[in-house]
């Protein structure tokens, strides 16, 4: 009888035509030097199997960033590339995200796209502020090695509560942007991050932006958690080799984003040019 599970639907599990179960070689069919040859073969490895490993998104996650930083050179000297390259980064990130299976061309173009808008907006802060690239480049770095020091640790881990607290708090800081933004293009304010240079009395004077920004790299830091966890399942569940682009993907999108936010975060604690 067929297997009901689809799983077994393969040759390898199959009937012959008589209805009898393949012939399987006697061992005594079999030479001493067969055996030994067979036993003396190496394990299949994930990467001859075509499955997804840890270095390989490693690999391919390292090759994103030299893509997206190469870019950031040219968007650093032709600053007026940011809006541009800011609208087609975000329809490729979305592509990325809807598409089913990973396509590289496709994220090495997102890669690309972000280059030019974070090289624009690195030369724009870096006119006003005196080394504060360097110091959002390190901010960044000190950041993502911390967060994947202690999930290779296992001293943090994605859990189902933390996971419902951080996407409500995205939707909240998402609208919370989207108000700030139209406020701005309306002429509503002024300011150079409109409301978030507001200062709120009941946290001493600070600016509204200080506290949002130290939430959002909180933000920043969990979505790397996730990021690496999603890498953890896939190479655990044996996923396609191609889907270690999805895993370099969701990393470039989160340390862009965290990067963008250190910029704005130590704006407020530097002099202006």
Known sequence: MASSNPAFNTPAFA????????????ASDIS???LAEQYGRPSATPTDTDR???EDTIVKTVVSFVVLVAFAG???????????????????ALVNIFKK????????????AQGLFVGAISASFATMFDGIVPMAVMGTLIVVGVTLALFASGKI???KRATKIFLVAMIAYAAFSLVNLGLMLFGVTDSMFGTRDYVIPIFG???LGVVIGLLVIVLAAYSLVLDFDAIQRGVRN??????????AFGIMVTVVWLYLEMLRLLSYFMPRN
């Open 157 to 159: 881990r994605a859990s």
């Open 101 to 112: 299976k990973p396509s590289p061309p496709l994220v090495l173009a997102y890669a690309a």
């Open 15 to 26: 009937q012959n035509g008589n209805g009898a179960a393949p012939a399987v070689p006697r």
């Open 238 to 247: 044996g996923a396609p080799r191609i889907f270690a682009w999805r895993g």
């Open 205 to 207: 004077g600070i600016p």
């Open 32 to 34: 001493a030097d067969q």
């Open 52 to 54: 997804m490993t840890y």
């Open 74 to 92: 040219i968007g650093w000297f032709v600053p007026v590339l940011a809006i541009p390259a800011a609208l087609i980064g975000f329809g490729l």
